[in-house]
């Protein structure tokens, strides 16, 4: 839920509260994302709000909207942002009754940081800043300059610098459909074209003095850089950290730009020992689900017999039909295959019961189904669920016989103790899969 601080001008700034209070054994951390993204988008993507999850594992994250982007009020692009930005910090701070705390930012957020350290040294006790893109003297000029440029062409709605200039940015998600629909959303939301020049005129210009704000900074920080970053060098973080009394440089692996591309929990441990001096665990995004596939057996055959139109029919009272059996078993239908579906169960016991009703509703009007069940980890992508173990379930599937349930030794073992028995079919080699895997065909559903 947003909440918002006044600053002294009476200019509204937008801000958002995750976790408790600080304890003794934790702390208050000040998060500025970079970029245009407003902060109410972070949690529609899930490694984004994986990356602020594990900072809420650090202590009380809040997270600042800054003027001029999304929620907040407008800004005087004119004037100093960066320092506007740094004091609207103090006032959110102000908000939420915190004496001092920790600055974390990435990109302009990253620079956002490092001003706040700069100009309120005794309400900053530390800082982190991911490719804060600060030139000294022409250590990374050239680049910014080249980035203001294609920056201005982007705005200018060139969508072939607009698609170069995104799979630059995270190419670790460059081929993530949702990634992609996020990234154009979030920067719609942030601002329009006008304001969206205007942040990156102001943001990618000349820096008064930016060696005595450094030079002003006595909080530790930590300059963070990731190794194969295309836009921004690598020299340029380097002379950063060296040009603050307090700075220490850390150069962490992957080519992305953003904290919430690539390795996010890696980032993250690296961060939660800096600013803590401990490691923190991230409860995991892994979650164990038992997972059925099934196809019609014949289908192509049925069709040719009955004609477009019937089998159309035929599929829709197949759909109804699977959409009852999982229901009534606590199945969640992820997609349909065509003559198929991927379902997906809390555990073994409920996959195989809903399982065996599926294949006596879709036998009652007259067809076969083979079915594949297994129980692995999974990768929650939105509404959808990725991994290892879903291709698994799907060559299990394939293995399976016209009216066969079909279950992996994983499905066996967790529902041992249960109702369901089972019949060894052996090892099969999966294709894809490294090792084989033994098989087992359903005999009575538990």
Request: proline letters at 4%; hydrophobic letters at 45%; a negative charge.
């Amino acid at each position: 839920m947003l909440d918002y601080a006044r600053n002294p001008d009476g200019a509204q700034v937008a801000f958002r509260v995750v976790g408790d209070a600080p304890t003794t054994a934790s702390r208050t951390v000040v998060y500025v994302p970079g970029l245009l993204y407003p902060i109410e988008v972070i949690d529609d993507d899930p490694p984004y709000a994986r990356f602020v999850q594990g900072l809420a594992a650090i202590g009380r994250v809040v997270i600042v909207e800054r003027r001029g982007i999304g929620a907040s009020d407008p800004i005087d692009w004119d004037g100093d942002v960066f320092a506007a930005w740094a004091d609207d910090v103090m006032c959110v701070l102000d908000a939420v009754g915190v004496e001092r705390a920790a600055v974390v930012g990435y990109a302009s957020g990253g620079r956002v940081a490092l001003t706040a350290a700069a100009r309120h040294p005794d309400r900053v006790d530390g800082v982190v800043a991911m490719h804060a893109g600060v030139a000294l003297g022409d250590i990374g000029r050239a680049e910014r300059d080249m980035l203001r440029v294609a920056l201005a062409a982007a705005v200018d709605r060139d969508a072939q610098v607009a698609s170069a200039m995104r799979s630059a940015t995270d190419p670790s998600r460059a081929d993530d459909r949702s990634y992609q629909e996020w990234f154009e959303r979030g920067g719609r939301l942030g601002a329009g074209p006008h304001a969206a020049a205007s942040f990156w005129r102001a943001v990618l210009g000349e820096t008064e003095d930016i060696e005595s704000l450094l030079g002003a900074i006595r909080a530790p920080t930590l300059v963070l850089h990731r190794s194969q970053q295309m836009l921004l060098p690598l020299d340029a973080s380097r002379a950063l950290a060296a040009a603050i009394p307090t700075g220490e440089f850390r150069e962490v692996p992957g080519p992305d730009l953003s904290p919430n591309c690539g390795d996010v929990d890696g980032l993250i441990a690296v961060i939660a020992e800096y600013l803590t001096g401990r490691a923190v665990a991230l409860a995991t995004d892994r979650p164990l689900r038992a997972l059925v596939f099934t196809d019609l057996v014949g289908s192509t055959e049925t069709l040719s017999e009955v004609g477009d139109v019937r089998w159309r029919q035929i599929l829709d009272l197949h759909d109804g039909l699977v959409r009852k059996a999982l229901e009534r078993n606590g199945g969640h239908l992820l997609k349909s295959t065509g003559d198929g579906v991927l379902a997906v169960f809390e555990n073994a016991s409920r996959a195989l019961r809903g399982a065996a009703e599926l294949r006596a509703a879709i036998g009652s009007i007259g067809l076969d189904v083979r079915i594949g069940v297994h129980v692995a980890e999974v990768e929650i992508r939105g509404d959808d669920i990725a991994g290892l173990g879903v291709h698994v379930a799907a060559r299990i599937m394939h293995r399976a016989g016209a009216g066969d349930i079909l279950a992996s030794d994983a499905v066996v073992q967790v529902a041992m103790g249960g109702d369901a028995t089972f019949e060894s079919v052996g090892l099969h080699e999966l294709r894809g899969i490294e090792r084989p895997i033994e098989l087992a065909r359903l005999v009575t559903e538990s």
